[in-house]
């Protein structure tokens, strides 16, 4: 299939830079379709997903919803893509099975802490509170067992866990602010892979408006 690829997201989205780290690791062209309004209610503005959830990739004829679908879909584009990429599937060791866990969690929990306190300004509640403890405590799990992650991941192999961890730690200054002074694994980590050229061509952005809406 040789049509053009789109990744349908946002700039500022984890889950969409996600996708675009994997595509420039991989060398695959594409270009990004924003989407303006993320709570819009239109699935059309969402490549058609019904559950109004980012990001999509189409090609053609053809979508696939979801960040991980995405990547995989990425991934068939390029000369062995998915043999070159270490999958959360690929993970056969409990620590490994438990760190994409954690990170998947973590990346779900700043959405939502993101859209509680700070898009839709509500204020704080248990549940609120929970979920803001269970992303510092999963911070805090991932910067203890770094280390012993990156000893067991295969290192001549994209790990979906690194993009998924570099998004998340990027996403915090920029969305929701935490210390991480005290996590000196996670800084680390997040301050050499900045140096890739896929970071460095996907940074953290606020989507311009459509034209008639900025207007």
């Given at each position: 299939?040789?049509?053009?690829?789109?990744?349908?997201?946002?700039?500022?989205?984890?889950?969409?830079?996600?996708?675009?780290?994997?595509?420039?690791?991989?060398?695959?062209?594409?270009?990004?379709?924003?989407?303006?309004?993320?709570?819009?209610?239109?699935?059309?503005?969402?490549?058609?997903?019904?559950?109004?959830?980012?990001?999509?990739?189409?090609?053609?004829?053809?979508?696939?919803?979801?960040?991980?679908?995405?990547?995989?879909?990425?991934?068939?584009?390029?000369?062995?893509?998915?043999?070159?990429?270490?999958?959360?599937?690929?993970?056969?060791?409990?620590?490994?099975?438990?760190?994409?866990?954690?990170?998947?969690?973590?990346?779900?929990?700043?959405?939502?802490?993101?859209?509680?306190?700070?898009?839709?300004?509500?204020?704080?509640?248990?549940?609120?509170?929970?979920?803001?403890?269970?992303?510092?405590?999963?911070?805090?799990?991932?910067?203890a067992h770094l280390d012993a992650?990156?000893?067991?991941?295969?290192?001549?192999?994209?790990?979906?866990?690194?993009?998924?961890?570099?998004?998340?730690?990027?996403?915090?200054?920029?969305?929701?602010?935490?210390?991480?002074?005290?996590?000196p694994r996670l800084t680390g980590?997040?301050?050499?892979?900045?140096?890739?050229?896929s970071a460095q061509a996907t940074?953290?952005?606020?989507?311009?408006?459509?034209?008639?809406?900025?207007?």
């Open positions: 299939m040789s049509s053009t690829i789109e990744i349908v997201g946002r700039q500022s989205s984890h889950y969409t830079r996600q996708v675009r780290l994997l595509a420039h690791e991989l060398g695959v062209d594409y270009t990004l379709q924003p989407i303006h309004d993320l709570l819009g209610d239109d699935p059309a503005a969402f490549a058609g997903n019904p559950a109004l959830k980012l990001p999509a990739v189409r090609q053609g004829d053809v979508v696939v919803w979801g960040s991980l679908n995405a990547c995989r879909w990425i991934a068939r584009q390029a000369p062995d893509g998915a043999m070159r990429v270490a999958w959360p599937e690929d993970a056969t060791t409990p620590l490994l099975m438990n760190a994409h866990e954690v990170v998947a969690h973590a990346m779900a929990a700043q959405v939502e802490v993101v859209f509680h306190e700070i898009v839709s300004k509500r204020p704080a509640d248990a549940t609120s509170r929970k979920r803001r403890t269970s992303l510092a405590r999963c911070l805090d799990w991932l910067d992650i990156h000893s067991e991941l295969p290192a001549e192999k994209i790990a979906l866990f690194d993009l998924g961890l570099f998004c998340l730690l990027e996403h915090l200054p920029f969305r929701n602010p935490m210390d991480l002074s005290r996590m980590f997040v301050g050499e892979f900045g140096l890739r050229a940074p953290y952005r606020f989507d311009a408006p459509p034209p008639e809406a900025a207007g």
